[in-house]
């Protein structure tokens, strides 16, 4: 459901895919912070947001992101600015307006999906809940040359994607 790029300049890199890929225009969400949130203990504990990277709770995790559609499929774009983000940090070509970083899926259920991937013997390399979304990066660079992400997407983040995609499918 989404190609994933990593930039230096947010702005840069959504001109880029407005005027030369001819999107729609980028919504832009500036200073997203995960930092600080700890994962819930036990089924039942409530939700907060929270990012684990390399096993650790991220103290400080921060990005800027901008996001559009092209029919079904979302383009977004990760500008790294602090703390714990050197997953994207590492993949950024300074000066180009953007590099693919990951590929994005939508599972129904997330525990499940870390389930399948512990099974295999591998862990996420990020995970965290935004409240809306439920996520994990699963390192692939050897295997693939770029990240996977699982999102399980709860109602309010779902509708938020169909309007991309319908913003996308507007006459102009």
């Not at 703390?83 to 970083?101: C, F």
């Not at 259920?109 to 099974?119: G, H, N, T």
């Amino acid at each position: 459901m989404q190609l994933g790029y990593v930039t230096d300049d947010i702005d840069a890199a959504a001109t880029f895919l407005e005027s030369r890929l001819g999107t729609v225009r980028c919504v832009k969400h500036f200073k997203s912070s995960l930092g600080g949130g700890l994962p819930p203990v036990g089924a039942g504990a409530p939700r907060a947001p929270f990012v684990v990277v390399d096993g650790a709770p991220a103290d400080e995790w921060v990005i800027d992101v901008a996001l559009v559609n092209a029919g079904p499929t979302n383009l977004e774009i990760i500008r790294p600015v602090g703390g714990a983000v050197d997953l994207y940090r590492g993949a950024v070509r300074p000066g180009e307006p953007a590099t693919l970083h990951h590929l994005g899926f939508r599972v129904d259920d997330f525990d499940e999906a870390s389930a399948i991937v512990a099974a295999s013997g591998r862990t996420w390399k990020q995970f965290g809940d935004s409240g809306a979304i439920r996520f994990g990066y699963l390192d692939m660079t050897a295997e693939l040359g770029h990240f996977v992400e699982v999102m399980e997407l709860d109602e309010e983040a779902a509708q938020g994607f169909a309007h991309l995609e319908a913003k996308s499918n507007a006459p102009r």
